[in-house]
T-cell receptor
């Protein structure tokens, strides 16, 4: 079974600064997706960024980028120029692409990001 | 982008009441819908997976007679919490996707409070 570990329950960052959220995962599969989701106080889960495991290039989405280290099974999220609206819970998720699989994502425990003005 | 609508957003009711939560995919056909439960400051716990037209697959420890799931169409799934008790109070989130390799889209969630 796959596991996703987010070792930082809470992180703080000053507005306009950069912060990195950590995520590691355990799998024996070679094909999978990795995701970062944001859950603001309004509680709706929003997809921030997605990474296909077969792609060596790190995914980026505006101020959000990932550092995907497949061999190390690490998938960190970097938020640049942090904004007050970035304050939220961030969940890392893994989804298998194995043939015959259910493709159900496994979520980490989440990291609460606090942004100080 | 794809939108998933979940209704109601908040329910407060007496113990023993049955509560129905709806999850609709507004602009795509959702072959698979998921129901999650989330406790405060916790991750999402998958309760069940439902595919249109077939019975839901429940995760271990989730009572299927307690949490009835119906996925009668490609755009609608419902979760009914039967004879709800205070311990059922939680935040329930649905999500939907069009196919195995399609992104998963989440509803806004339902805050259920049983008095």
């Amino acid at each position: 079974a796959q596991t996703v570990t987010q070792s930082q329950p809470e992180m703080s960052v000053q507005e306009a600064e950069t912060v990195t959220l950590s995520c590691t995962y355990d799998t024996s599969e070679s094909d999978y997706y990795l995701f970062w989701y944001k859950q603001p106080p309004s509680r709706q889960m929003i997809l921030v960024i997605r990474q296909e495991a077969y792609k060596q290039q790190n995914a980026t989405e505006n101020r959000f980028s990932v550092n995907f280290q497949k061999a190390a099974k690490s998938f960190s999220l970097k938020i640049s120029d942090s904004q007050l609206g970035d304050a939220a819970m961030y969940f890392c998720a893994y989804r298998s692409l194995a043939s015959g699989g259910s493709y159900i994502p496994t979520f980490g425990r989440g990291t609460s990001l606090i942004v100080h003005p | 982008g794809a939108v998933v609508s979940q209704h109601p957003s908040r329910v407060i009711c007496k113990s023993g009441t049955s509560v129905k939560i709806e999850c609709r995919s507004l602009d795509f056909q959702a072959t698979t819908m998921f129901w999650y439960r989330q406790f405060p400051k916790q991750s999402l716990m998958l309760m069940a997976t439902s595919n249109e037209g077939s019975k839901a697959t429940y995760e271990q420890g989730v009572e299927k007679d307690k949490f009835l799931i119906n996925h009668a169409s490609l755009t609608l799934s419902t979760l009914t919490v039967t004879s709800a008790h205070p311990e059922d109070s939680s935040f329930y989130i649905c999500s939907a996707r069009g196919g195995p390799n399609q992104p998963q889209h989440f509803g806004d969630g339902t805050r259920l409070s049983i008095l």
